[in-house]
């Protein structure tokens, strides 16, 4: 089979999707003599709106206030048989401004001429040694929480912060563990679900998903994880988790058939999480990150695509509701269609 083929397949023979590790794993550091040390304007992160991963690193990144330490560089979010494509659409780069590439794959042929994985984002690029970094999600944002806190205001940074930042070391562990068990069901389960093609492969991984919202809803229920995961300040444990829930209604619930519950109806703790989050307003630190960073109609016509929808744009109908996107704090607003 061609390699592009490959690339573009998610399900195994066997129905089940299962994600391939990053290959790019090295580390951007404080330290200056580190192999990949923190330096203003030396880094680039690629993105697209609709990754759930890219959205992670874009969130931490606008959270930290580093738009002007760490350059973003966003391609198109409809993965085609060739990867991530730069085309310009709907405030996309038309080119990559760095080399003037039109996919993506060239960045990682340019990094690794020998690499035959799949060419995903977010990656972090160094300027400098013209290289990938890392592509990486979840490490990526543990860099940005602190590698570059020499270069922010003392205000932004987190040995300052109060709680002890995203990743408080009196947290870690319960931080970890939940990571583990939600990566695995919930931010890797809608995908695990929604490109499953056989029942079993599709059941083996809906219900799982959905004990696992379960237990977020009871987990925020208890004393101390309230109002956010691990109470009254924002941790990694909430970005990673937010990226998923805040595609869950309008996009994994119809498109990768997620449909045994919704989030705004079934789920009113998991609901007012989310909504405290999306409606901030700067209470947090740069707050409006939440909802500045989300594009719902990106979420609602990429996963129609990465599902194998190939008609061509005139022809995809993409679902409008649910209405409103998201449901406003105070849920009377609601009606009316808010």
Same mark, same amino acid.
Request: proline share 6%; charged share 30%; aromatic share 14%.
């Given at each position: 089979?061609?390699?592009?083929?490959?690339?573009?397949?998610?399900?195994?023979?066997? *129905?089940?999707? !299962?994600?391939?590790? +990053?290959?790019?794993?090295?580390?951007?550091?404080?330290?200056?003599?580190?192999?990949?040390?923190?330096?203003?304007?030396?880094?680039?992160?690629?993105? %697209?709106?609709?990754?759930?991963?890219?959205?992670?690193?874009?969130?931490?990144? $606008?959270?930290?206030?580093?738009?002007?330490?760490?350059?973003?560089? #966003?391609?198109?979010?409809?993965?085609?048989?060739?990867?991530?494509?730069?085309?310009?659409? &709907?405030?996309?780069?038309?080119?990559? =401004?760095?080399? *003037?590439?039109?996919?993506?794959?060239?960045?990682?042929?340019?990094?690794?001429?020998e690499y035959e994985g799949r060419f995903t984002v977010p990656a972090l690029w160094d300027k400098k040694t013209e290289t990938i970094v890392n592509n990486e999600s979840s490490e990526i944002i543990r860099m940005f929480y602190s590698e570059f806190d020499d270069l922010l205001p003392k205000d932004s940074r987190e040995e300052n912060q109060p709680g002890g930042g995203y990743?408080?070391?009196?947290? !870690?562990?319960?931080?970890?563990?939940?990571?583990?068990?939600?990566? %695995?069901?919930?931010?890797?389960?809608?995908?695990?679900?929604?490109?499953?093609?056989?029942?079993?492969?599709?059941?083996?991984?809906?219900?799982?998903?959905?004990? +696992?919202?379960?237990?977020?809803?009871?987990?925020? *229920?208890?004393?101390?994880? +309230? =109002?956010?995961?691990?109470?009254?300040?924002?941790?990694?444990?909430?970005?990673?988790?937010?990226?998923?829930?805040?595609?869950?209604?309008?996009? /994994?619930?119809?498109?990768?058939? $997620?449909?045994?519950?919704? #989030?705004?109806?079934?789920?009113?703790? @998991? +609901?007012?999480? @989310?909504?405290?989050? /999306?409606?901030?307003? *700067?209470?947090?630190?740069?707050?409006?990150?939440?909802?500045?960073?989300?594009?719902?109609?990106?979420?609602?016509?990429?996963?129609?695509?990465?599902?194998?929808?190939?008609?061509? &744009?005139?022809?995809? #109908? #993409?679902?409008?509701?649910?209405?409103?996107?998201?449901?406003?704090?105070?849920?009377?607003?609601?009606?009316?269609?808010?």
């Open positions: 089979m061609p390699e592009k083929a490959q690339i573009f397949k998610h399900a195994d023979q066997d *129905g089940h999707f !299962r994600r391939k590790p +990053s290959a790019f794993r090295d580390f951007i550091s404080k330290d200056p003599n580190s192999k990949f040390p923190a330096e203003k304007d030396r880094y680039a992160l690629y993105i %697209n709106l609709g990754c759930p991963w890219a959205h992670r690193a874009n969130l931490v990144h $606008c959270l930290k206030g580093l738009e002007s330490i760490i350059q973003v560089i #966003v391609c198109d979010f409809e993965l085609t048989k060739e990867g991530w494509l730069f085309t310009g659409r &709907d405030g996309t780069d038309t080119k990559d =401004p760095l080399y *003037g590439f039109t996919k993506l794959g060239d960045l990682y042929k340019k990094a690794d001429p990743y408080p070391e009196h947290l !870690r562990k319960e931080i970890d563990e939940m990571n583990e068990w939600v990566y %695995n069901t919930v931010n890797n389960g809608v995908y695990k679900t929604g490109f499953a093609t056989t029942q079993e492969a599709y059941e083996s991984n809906l219900y799982p998903l959905f004990e +696992s919202l379960d237990r977020l809803e009871k987990h925020l *229920g208890e004393s101390g994880h +309230s =109002p956010y995961l691990f109470g009254e300040h924002v941790t990694e444990a909430d970005i990673r988790l937010y990226t998923t829930l805040i595609r869950f209604d309008v996009a /994994y619930y119809n498109i990768f058939m $997620c449909n045994l519950k919704m #989030v705004r109806h079934d789920y009113p703790r @998991l +609901s007012r999480w @989310l909504r405290n989050l /999306y409606w901030d307003g *700067g209470k947090i630190r740069n707050g409006r990150a939440f909802k500045d960073t989300v594009r719902f109609w990106t979420y609602k016509y990429g996963y129609l695509r990465a599902k194998g929808r190939d008609e061509p &744009d005139h022809k995809l #109908v #993409v679902p409008k509701g649910p209405v409103p996107d998201i449901q406003p704090l105070d849920e009377r607003k609601v009606a009316n269609g808010y």
